[in-house]
């Protein structure tokens, strides 16, 4: 595992805009504030059971959890009682998710792999895979896009089940940024928001009570694009959700979810 101890996005931050990137943003210092920033509590009562009953009403037990970040789906879904493999491109953040679990009684089984490479370094099937936290807009390059989507439908058993999400980044090109402050990152006292944004970067500020401030570098792929891409690789049914809600207006959500079927029972 390659640790790495602070942000770097060189010279001219606004340029850094391509999918390898993302290792070197999850620093160790971020790594051990990313918990604040979410407050497990407030999102665990924000998002509800929606997750675990999308899973559990499609008969999903096993669950790769692709975007593990500091645990929190992983821990849930473990008490819930999936079979659940947490992976990220972070060691930091893997490291951070394993401490967390140990905290409530759990050990993760953990792997720390790269998306594009998944059918390399993963053995196996699974009837679900997540991937949440806007974490599918680290990828900057189209192909990127479509090859992490081929190898997360061939990770999946004949019936599975893809959940992705991405923040409302149509209604941010358009109309500017908004947030309710409700979802994902529920944390109190820390400030996320847009930096710069243009239709090819969103370059988001993450600031902490302690005055500690730190930057994450997302393409805004709009909902449709994604949905089509899910399409165009093999998935037979995309269900598109607004802030967990099945009816919204499109104004509306602060982030998508997108429940893909590779082939509906």
Request: net charge negative.
């Amino acid at each position: 595992m390659n640790f790495v101890k602070e942000q770097d996005f060189g010279r001219d931050p606004i340029a850094v805009r391509h999918s390898d990137h993302y290792f070197l943003e999850y620093a160790q210092s971020f790594a051990s504030k990313w918990d604040e920033l979410i407050d497990w509590r407030r999102r665990a009562e924000s998002e509800g059971d929606f997750f675990i009953n999308t899973l559990k009403d499609r008969g999903k037990s096993s669950v790769l959890d692709a975007a593990t970040g500091t645990g929190f789906h992983s821990v849930r879904l473990l008490k819930a009682g999936f079979d659940v493999v947490s992976v990220d491109g972070s060691a930091d953040m893997l490291l951070q998710a394993f401490h967390n679990a140990g905290q409530h009684g759990l050990v993760l089984k953990t792997a720390h792999t790269d998306w594009r490479y998944l059918t390399r370094d993963l053995y196996g099937q699974y009837g679900a895979i997540i991937c949440l936290g806007n974490s599918f807009t680290h990828l900057f390059n189209e192909g990127d896009r479509r090859k992490t989507l081929a190898e997360f439908y061939a990770m999946l058993s004949h019936d599975g089940l893809l959940i992705l999400d991405q923040r409302n980044y149509d209604h941010m090109l358009d109309k500017g940024f908004k947030c309710k402050h409700k979802y994902y990152y529920c944390g109190q006292n820390v400030r996320a928001e847009p930096e710069h944004l243009d239709h090819g970067l969103a370059r988001f500020a993450y600031t902490f009570s302690d005055n500690s401030k730190y930057y994450l570098n997302m393409c805004p792929i709009r909902k449709d694009y994604v949905r089509n891409l899910m399409y165009e690789v093999g998935f037979q049914h995309v269900e598109t959700y607004g802030d967990f809600q099945e009816d919204f207006h499109e104004d509306d959500p602060d982030f998508f979810i997108h429940i893909a079927e590779k082939f509906p029972q």
